[in-house]
């Protein structure tokens, strides 16, 4: 069982960065694919970013393709989602999650464990 805790959401304006933080209770990341998902209100939950098990691959949605780094910190055993430029349509919950992962490719889909989420909003 992994679990995850997200932090780092906020309220920030238009063209504003954040940086999301998740770290694993317990467990280290060396055997896990880890992703950001992000869920708007009255919409269902996206695909956002991925990061490879060595965290050398990376995989973004286009909608945040250029703007959005998924990156980690082995010493600190922590993943970071860095956000800049954000948009009003960037407002939505953010949820990091973690996958066992056999190879070292970046995963859009089928994540195992979740955390709470984090909310993100930008204002206009």
Known sequence: Q??????????VQTGDSLRLSCAPSGRT???YAMGWFRQAPGKEREFVAALSRSGG????ADSVKGRFTISKDNA?????????????????????AARLAVTDIPRTGGYNYWGQGTQVTVSS
Request: charged fraction near 15%; hydrophobic fraction near 30%.
């Open 29 to 31: 990341f060396g055997t």
């Open 2 to 11: 992994v679990q995850l805790v997200e932090s780092g959401g906020g309220l």
């Open 76 to 96: 600190k055993n922590t993943i970071y989602l860095q956000m800049n430029s954000l948009k009003p349509e960037d407002t939505a919950i953010y949820y990091c």
């Open 57 to 60: 691959s990376t995989s973004y």
